[in-house]
């Protein structure tokens, strides 16, 4: 099995299963995340972990669509629900060649999903301890 259908099969599992400390191993440390939210990359594994983290609890529904796999960089179409709203979005995620996310960035569609996401999100990282 090429490296990259391994990789993808991985974050599959690391997702689906929400095994955070796998998550956190995945990310390097200088691991850059970017969001419709910042203006500015969070940067480091911690912030970044406590994110996706956080993503993955406050996302229902959540499903990946389609996905182009082009050696280290890939883009992942997905769909979810935020409380009764609908969101699609793309992970665009740059991995090292020693297996680890360096640049993992988020776009999300439409507005009133991005925003209902925002409130999500920034309730579920206060909950977990987390300032932004």
Avoid: C
């Amino acid at each position: 099995m090429p490296k990259q259908i391994e990789r993808l099969t991985e974050w599959h599992r690391v997702v689906f299963e929400k095994d955070y400390p796998a998550l956190e191993a995945l990310l390097a440390a200088d691991v850059r995340f970017r969001s419709p939210f910042f203006w500015k990359a969070k940067e480091g594994p911690v912030i970044a972990g406590a994110i996706l983290q956080a993503a993955t609890a406050v996302f229902g529904d959540f499903a990946y669509h389609r996905e182009w796999v082009d050696g280290n960089d890939w883009a992942l179409e997905f769909s979810a629900k935020v409380g009764d709203l609908s969101v699609k979005g793309i992970d665009l995620i740059r991995w090292d060649d020693d297996g680890q996310i360096v640049e993992f960035e988020v776009l999300v569609r439409p507005a009133n999903g991005l925003q209902a996401l925002g409130m999500a999100m920034a309730a579920k990282l206060a909950e977990m301890g987390v300032g932004l």
